[in-house]
């Protein structure tokens, strides 16, 4: 009996043999290719980037590409640049978003360097379309002695888009902002949420407009939320939850106003002390003062740490329930609604998540690959193909003889696609892929 519960297992856990991904090559070759991205629009559009770089040391240059699909065509366009390639040598511009709204329309956030060149002193957006053609620089902030550390872009189906970053001010001095735009308007202007030791934010904006921003304070986690029909944020909600040390956060809202923050954590001190590593989610329901105690998915104790990172992601799916998955100890695991946690991965293999994304129908699709140490890494995914439904067996994305990683998930109507990095196994440059199940 046993052994054929085992059989069972592993025919349960091994890759479907009628799930066929394909798809062409996007780019030229480049000597390093990462963070790519695919999105798509109400019409059927879809818009794949990635960022690169070309060449070593003083005469490389880097910077963001992509390849538009146009609604029911069969493959995507030629290459085009988004970002223009500029050297390594100069304060580079960095993409902080790409997301996609209404028919044909996506908008692009980036953190440019100042007058002079002074690095990360602009942040800004562009409106485009789903081909990337992208419009001028709209300035929202301009820093001048100080840094614009990070920034989160979050933007819904009609254009509803929230624009949360951190300013590097000091120790106890730096400040947390927002700007939001209403469908059809331009930005506001940038409002300020907090000040504090703040390491990390992130935004997101539900289907009518609530927003939500989060972001790092230095062991706890906290957060302002805006329901649409309010003018200004509501009070600051530290959440109570296991200590919260250089967080990755993925915050949702649902279209109801339901908000949910999931964030992984764990403490470092600069002389290399490492604590548990903590997957931790929080809801606000609609309506609510604050976030209600966090619900503990996993911990990873620190002598368990394997350095393969703590990625987690969030999505709200087609009928408003909120998905979390994670890497966790034993493989990536996702739990959807109120349900129980599922092992995705299989058993025994390294998986390191790489994005959780959502589709019509309830369908959801979570992907994953060997991790940056694997010379001979595949990204693979699973599929939920309904409300409430479990995801099905892991299957192979990436060729076999490629090192993938990095793999980026989308819908194509019902098709689940998946744009990675890819390259020869041992080395060699690396190219933007794009497959199609």
């Known amino acids: 009996m046993r052994r054929t519960i085992a059989l069972l297992a592993l025919l349960l856990l091994a890759p479907a043999a009628d799930a066929a991904w394909t798809g062409p090559t996007l780019s030229a070759p480049h000597t390093f290719l990462d963070d ?3 999105i798509v629009s109400g019409n059927g559009g879809a818009l794949a980037g990635w960022r690169f770089q070309q060449g070593l040391g003083n005469g490389s240059r880097a910077g963001f590409e992509g390849a538009g699909r146009a609604p029911g065509a069969a493959a995507f366009g030629a290459p085009g640049a988004i970002v223009k390639a500029t050297s390594v040598n100069r304060p580079l511009t960095t993409v902080s978003g790409l997301e996609p709204y ?9 953190i440019a360097p100042g007058p002079g060149g002074a690095p990360q002193a602009r942040l800004g957006v562009r409106f485009g379309s789903i081909g990337g053609r992208f419009g001028t620089l709209r300035t929202i902030r301009r820093a001048r002695a100080y840094t614009i550390a990070r920034a989160s ?3 819904n189906a009609r254009g509803d888009a929230a624009l949360a970053w951190f300013e590097d001010r000091g120790v106890n001095t730096d400040r947390v902002y927002v700007a939001l735009r209403r469908a059809g308007k331009a930005f506001g202007k940038p409002r300020w949420l907090a000040t504090g030791r703040v390491r990390g934010v992130a935004a997101a904006i539900g289907a009518r407009g609530d927003a939500l921003v989060a972001w790092d304070a230095r062991g706890v986690v906290r957060t302002r939320f805006k329901p649409r029909a309010r003018a200004g944020f509501r009070a600051t909600d530290t959440i109570r939850s296991k200590p919260a040390y250089f967080d990755e956060m993925a915050p949702v809202v649902t279209p109801s106003g339901r908000a949910v923050l999931a964030w992984s954590a764990q403490f470092s001190s600069e002389g290399g002390d490492r604590g548990p590593i903590y997957f931790q989610a929080a809801a606000r329901p609609a309506g609510a003062d604050r976030f209600a105690r966090a619900k503990l998915l996993e911990t990873i104790p620190a002598a368990a740490d394997d350095g393969l990172g703590r990625p987690i992601d969030a999505v709200v799916d087609s009928t408003g329930a909120v998905a979390v998955a994670w890497r966790g100890a034993t493989g990536v695991r996702a739990v959807r609604g109120t349900g129980a946690a599922q092992a995705i991965s299989a058993p025994g293999s390294t998986a390191v998540l790489s994005d959780l994304a959502a589709g019509p129908g309830g ?5 994953w690959d060997g991790g940056v140490d694997d010379p001979q890494s595949v990204v693979r995914a699973a599929i939920a193909d309904g409300p409430g439904a479990g995801f099905g067996p892991p299957e192979d994305v990436s060729d076999t003889g490629q090192e993938a990683r990095f793999g980026h998930a989308a819908f194509l109507g019902e098709r689940p696609a998946v ?14 892929r794009a497959y199609v199940r």
């Open 36 to 38: 790519p991205t695919l």
């Open 102 to 110: 209404g028919r044909s329309g996506a908008l692009l956030a980036l």
């Open 153 to 155: 872009l979050a933007v």
């Open 363 to 367: 369908r959801l699709a979570v992907v």
């Open 419 to 432: 744009v990675l990095s890819s390259r020869a196994a041992g080395g060699g440059d690396s190219v933007a």
